[in-house]
């Protein structure tokens, strides 16, 4: 919870909210781990899941430990920040771009999905 001070990134809570998480970096301290027992590692927030209702959650993983996390987005959550980790996987596949013809050759296709967009 993230009541004056971001630990993190210094951020200062000039209000009276509590929040879950740190709404310039995202970030949060992880309390306890999946069996209760006391982490202190930083909850990293890695990518945003979209729900039925339109309404967003981060995926947060604990650099420490390993578990992840659902935080709710809230309305003071630095927007900039939050698109960056919606884009990242987008921006940085786990392929290379330049390749995505062969991979759709590999797969059955003709090879040719450049033609789509000309």
Same mark, same amino acid.
């Given at each position: 919870?993230?009541?004056?001070?971001?630990?993190?990134?210094?951020?200062?809570?000039?209000?009276?909210?509590?929040?879950?998480?740190?709404?310039?970096?995202?970030?949060?301290?992880?309390?306890?781990?999946?069996?209760? #027992?006391? $982490?202190?590692?930083?909850? @990293?927030? *890695?990518?945003?899941?979209? !729900? =039925? +209702?339109?309404?967003?959650?981060?995926? #947060?993983? $604990?650099?420490?430990?390993? @578990?992840? *996390?659902?935080?709710?987005? !809230? =309305? +003071?959550?630095?927007?900039?920040?939050?698109?960056?980790?919606?884009?990242?996987?987008?921006?940085?596949?786990?392929?290379?771009?330049?390749?995505?013809?062969?991979?759709?050759?590999?797969?059955?296709?003709?090879?040719?999905?450049?033609?789509?967009?000309?």
């Amino acid at each position: 919870m993230i009541e004056k001070k971001c630990p993190v990134c210094g951020w200062e809570n000039t209000t009276d909210k509590i929040y879950e998480h740190c709404p310039n970096c995202l970030s949060m301290i992880h309390e306890k781990d999946e069996e209760g #027992e006391e $982490c202190g590692g930083i909850m @990293e927030p *890695v990518s945003v899941s979209v !729900n =039925e +209702d339109g309404s967003w959650d981060i995926i #947060e993983r $604990c650099n420490f430990c390993g @578990e992840f *996390v659902l935080s709710k987005h !809230n =309305e +003071d959550d630095n927007p900039l920040k939050l698109m960056n980790i919606a884009m990242k996987p987008l921006a940085n596949p786990p392929f290379p771009i330049d390749r995505i013809d062969d991979l759709e050759k590999m797969m059955g296709g003709e090879g040719n999905i450049g033609g789509y967009y000309e």
